[in-house]
């Protein structure tokens, strides 16, 4: 069961990173045309798209990938507080 909660916690923690990579893409022209970018957006575009459709943008600021970080931050306290309960 250990191994189980860890693999969901590390998975988590790839995505999280993969989003922060897709995001700081965006600053750099043509970065997502490559194909590490274009295979960051197969994976993080549907998720953020989730939010997007239930949050605008503010003007220029997209806070989809704020929001995004958040419930995964929250999905990790979760699994972590259910690891803890059933320890």
């Known amino acids: 069961m250990v191994f189980v909660f860890n693999l969901l916690q590390q998975l988590i923690q790839i995505y999280s990173w993969a989003l922060i990579i897709y995001i700081l893409m965006s600053w750099f022209p043509n970065a997502r045309e490559s194909s590490i970018g274009q295979f960051l957006a197969r994976i993080c575009e549907p998720y953020l798209e989730q939010f997007r459709k239930v949050i605008p943008p503010?003007?220029?600021i997209d806070i989809s990938p704020i929001v995004g970080f958040l419930v995964?931050?929250?999905a990790s306290m979760g699994l972590y507080s259910v690891y803890q309960w059933l320890s």
């Open 58 to 60: 503010l003007g220029m």
């Open 72 to 74: 995964l931050k929250g």
